[in-house]
């Protein structure tokens, strides 16, 4: 195991209600950083962090539990957290000391009680977060409901780095607004291809409004962008 010094650590926790898919995101980050050699399941009772004999049974994480898998140089630690009602002490601790959290919003259920509960604690320890909107390949998953629900909960811009392609069975990837690609995944590889034309006006859309908000933050930056329009990347 590689030494990391201390500015080359992050320790990253996933937060959201229970079911929402907090335990099977780390196990697919654990898989894809190549930190696992399998993608354990939760409904199978062979994942990294949902371990304890009771957690197994009743398929929810009770606990809070860490990995950890390395990116780019970096050491993260993953912390998953319980999120039904009764466990979110043990939540509220883990973002006493964390850097950052990845909030998970089901495309299903969109922001439930737990998580605008989950939020005031982030809020309270001033965490820097990332949503995080889970279950695109399901039927009847709706990614604007979604982002819509995001604004009005947290009462805050919701400003997309990537859109969906498709949902339900019919979801391949996701448009990389950053970068302007389609990002589409297969047998665990993806490729980088243009943006589909059915996709491109959502894509300018969001594209424009990640601009402005970035604009936003510099005096520089807002000046060049009311000049010419556009951020170079």
């Not at 039904?84 to 990845?102: H, K, N, W």
């Not at 498709?166 to 302007?180: A, R």
Request: a negative charge; one cysteine or more; proline letters at 3%.
């Amino acid at each position: 195991m590689a030494n990391f010094e201390l500015e080359k650590i992050r320790n990253v926790t996933v937060i959201a209600h229970g079911g929402a898919g907090k335990t099977s995101l780390v196990e697919a980050m654990l898989f894809d950083s190549k930190a696992t050699d399998r993608l354990g399941k939760v409904d199978a009772g062979n994942t990294v962090t949902d371990y304890e004999p009771e957690e197994i049974e009743r398929k929810i994480s009770i606990s809070s539990a860490t990995a950890f898998c390395e990116w780019n140089g970096y050491r993260i630690n993953l912390i998953d957290t319980p999120g039904y009602i009764s466990f979110l002490e043990d939540t509220r601790s883990c973002l006493s000391i964390t850097d950052g959290a990845v909030v998970i919003v089901s495309a299903l259920s969109g922001v439930k009680a737990e998580t605008e509960k989950i939020w005031k604690y982030a809020c309270q320890y001033e965490v820097p977060r990332i949503v995080f909107v889970n279950k695109m390949d399901r039927e009847n998953a709706n990614f604007d409901r979604a982002i819509g629900e995001i604004e009005t909960s947290y009462e805050s811009a919701a400003i997309p780095l990537n859109i969906p392609i498709g949902s339900g069975d019919s979801f391949e990837g996701v448009i990389d607004i950053v970068n302007m690609k389609a990002m589409r995944f297969k047998d665990g590889k993806f490729s980088a291809d243009s943006i589909p034309d059915e996709l491109k006006p959502a894509a300018d859309k969001y594209r424009t409004k990640l601009v402005e908000k970035i604009a936003e933050s510099d005096d520089t930056l807002i000046e060049k962008y009311l000049e010419g329009g556009e951020l170079t990347d």
